[in-house]
């Protein structure tokens, strides 16, 4: 049995039952199919492959539909509504690989098992109503939206920068205004900053610290997706079985999720704000990130106030309307 069978046999006598493959790029990997064909023997229910759709050929896609895993999906990045904006930040040519693979994807009747994940950033956050249309068309599961997180590789680029609070709420403005806006996001939309002027705003309940673990190819298993510390993590995985390494792991991450939860009445920042209660301050995995220390508000916080404060004047105004 190989290092990465022990580990989902382990996840699933612990009752998991989703698993993401992620990169790099997995459909590079020559053994993928055998991997997820284990996974599938052992029950595990759900299994998403974050790609990038450049190998997604008729042949993949057909041996992908072979697997009949109703659980499978395909999360796919696509990073704007055009080749400008996407191959922008992803390399010429990256969109219409993309669209290419989309068509193939409506052909073979497996575009329902697709997610687009769309990342946030200045230049392309207008186009976000654009590929709701693209969902429709295409009858994809949905498109979710994530903002740039500005460490790692994408930290000092000037192509990357994260929305400011005007585009967020210029989006909004056409979410109020376009009907056809809004009825789309309903049927296939999650972005947060939406999410937020609609009233949504309970970050610390979303929070996947220790629910949605991320395990490297070199056995370190992180807390959370967006918590990649070396100071959280636990080594040596694969020599320890995926049982004992989550033991570890539940012991070092419960006193971060303590404090975590006691960010928004010890940082100074939070204290005087009405949203802090909900949100506790924002992401931590996103303020170690940024900042390098989860005692700070994430690097969303004044959009996040004055999202929320359109929220408030909207729903005072709709008050007052229906007396």
């Avoid at 309903?186 to 937020?196: C, E, P, R």
Wanted: proline share 3%; net charge neutral; glycine share 8%.
């Amino acid at each position: 049995m190989s290092q990465l069978e022990q580990v989902f046999e382990q996840f699933a006598i612990m009752g998991g039952n989703h698993i993401r493959l992620t990169g790099g790029e997995p459909l590079l990997n020559p053994s993928l199919f055998e991997i997820i064909r284990y996974a599938i023997s052992i029950k595990i229910a759900s299994i998403t492959i974050q790609t990038n759709a450049v190998l997604l050929d008729r042949e993949m896609i057909l041996k992908l539909r072979q697997l009949d895993l109703p659980g499978l999906k395909l999360q796919i990045s696509l990073d704007g509504a055009n080749p400008e904006s996407h191959d922008y930040v992803r390399g010429q040519g990256s969109y219409h690989a993309v669209t290419a693979a989309l068509d193939l994807l409506f052909q073979e009747h497996m575009s329902g098992q697709v997610i687009v994940h769309f990342t946030e950033m200045q230049h392309n956050l207008s186009e976000f109503p654009e590929l709701l249309e693209l969902a429709e068309k295409y009858r994809l599961a949905g498109v979710s939206a994530g903002t740039l997180i500005t460490g790692g590789r994408a930290a000092g680029l000037e192509l990357c920068k994260v929305p400011d609070s005007y585009r967020y709420l210029e989006l909004i403005e056409n979410f109020r205004r376009d009907s056809s806006f809004r009825r789309r996001y309903v049927a296939f939309g999650n972005m947060d900053a939406l999410q937020w002027y609609l009233g949504e705003l309970p970050v610390d309940m979303h929070c996947r610290l220790g629910r949605d673990t991320y395990l490297t190819t070199d056995g370190r298993l992180y807390p959370c997706v967006l918590c990649h510390c070396d100071l959280y993590a636990v080594n040596s995985v694969h020599e320890k079985g995926f049982l004992r390494a989550f033991q570890e792991g539940g012991e070092l991450w419960m006193p971060l999720l303590e404090s975590i939860r006691k960010r928004s009445v010890l940082l100074e920042k939070c204290l005087a704000c009405q949203v802090s209660a909900g949100c506790l301050g924002g992401c931590a995995g996103r303020a170690l990130a940024v900042y390098g220390t989860i005692w700070s508000t994430d690097d969303r916080c004044d959009y996040r106030q004055h999202i929320y404060r359109k929220h408030l004047i909207q729903k005072n105004y709709l008050n007052k309307t229906k007396r």
